[in-house]
DNA sequence: CCCATCCTTACGTTTACCTTACATTTAAGA
DNA sequence: TCTTAAATGTAAGGTAAACGTAAGGATGGG
């Protein structure tokens, strides 16, 4: 999964009709989505806008208490997320005034869930692609693609070493990783011969990314199984 | 006018249809585009992408040589470019289709000239909206639209590979970029063997742009991982 | 208490990168 | 077409950060 990072985003679903909701939060979370709240008036929403401060956001135009339009408006007072228009009526005028206003797409009910998901995927990874899938520990968090750990504000920079053991312990988070399978991610074919390197590294990581090198909780090892990266909360 | 720039991105249109080609090209150039080329056929379409580099693509779904949705793959090949569908037919499968296979939109014809205008608009300010035609670095400043460096004043300027070079660091402003995707950067495909080139190059960038060449601190390299550009202020 | 396993540190080695000078190619102008 | 300068590519010696190694120390289970 190359965008899992997009999936945690928090994402508000507005509209009057509660099976329009529960039908697009079901598709949602089937997708893997796992930060959904929703809202019935322009009131609420703008309440839990607010409050919650949402990644993106899914706008029915009719709403009881005021238009998507107006609600749109009033959210762009303190937030500049993207907005996707859901619009009963296929009049030209709306679909225009959305995209005008500034929303990122609109869609006309009735639609096809699937389209919607894939709409949804793609505003978010145009407008959240430049941030970086950043791997969070008890004391302090990974940023791969920029090859740094990050602790107490400050920048430690990762060698490409530490980057491939890092990134296998990474890649089976929560689970133990055998001594075998870091060589073999590290050193490719022939890992043999390593061990002690791999301990050497395995303290150079722990000096960046644990508070106390020596007392680790994020970097576990698992006496004669191999080595676990636990990540933030268990 | 914030967004400037966007306007001189090169647009590519590929349609069957000389009169929407034309219509489409008229209303984008009143809106102030000034970089479009037209196609009529898959294989006219493929050579002007792959010689011109456009910046973004409509492609119409129905072509005498092949469907949009072929042509679309064959670019995916070369290019990453957003692209925007026309299609005739309303199909749920036909949108579907194109958005599953990785495009930014699709519109329905008959369809309002506004809206897809508007429609362009969104995606090309998403879509290139990190790039800054002016990047500020901790001693220096690069103009990419004049190709040349601000240091202390002094105006210095960067060379076809130069320019290259540091627009795929900035691309990926502060993340590390791979030796071998700056050489597919400058060199195209066949990005082998100019390592050692690209070194010289790097070399004489730092020239311009660091205060201390040999002291980077604006283009560091992480050794066994590429190189990264930060930006001023971290 | 003993053994196995892992930790920790210091230090020697390697390798990826730097730096420079020079050769070659490209492009512009005469 | 020829001339010239700038841009680009190449090669070789130098360097330091990253890496590997080893040896003594801790730890815990049996």
Redesign the interface.
Known sequence: MDHYYLKQKKILLVDDEREILAMITDFLSEDGYTQIRTAGTVKEALRTAEEWKPDFAVLDVMLPDGDGFFLFEQMRKFTQIPVLFLTARGE?ED??RG??LGA??YMVKPF?P??LL??IG?ILR??YR?E?PVVRLAGSRIDF???EVVKNGE?L?L???E?EILSALCRNAGRIVTIDQLCEAAWGENPFGYENSLMAHIRRIREKIEENPSKPVSLITVKGLGYKLVPEGR
Chains 1, 2 share one sequence.
């Open positions: 030209d679909r225009i995209l005008g990122d797409d096809l699937k389209e894939l709409r793609i145009r407008y430049e970086d693609a920029r090859a920048h920079p060698t490409a070493k980057h």
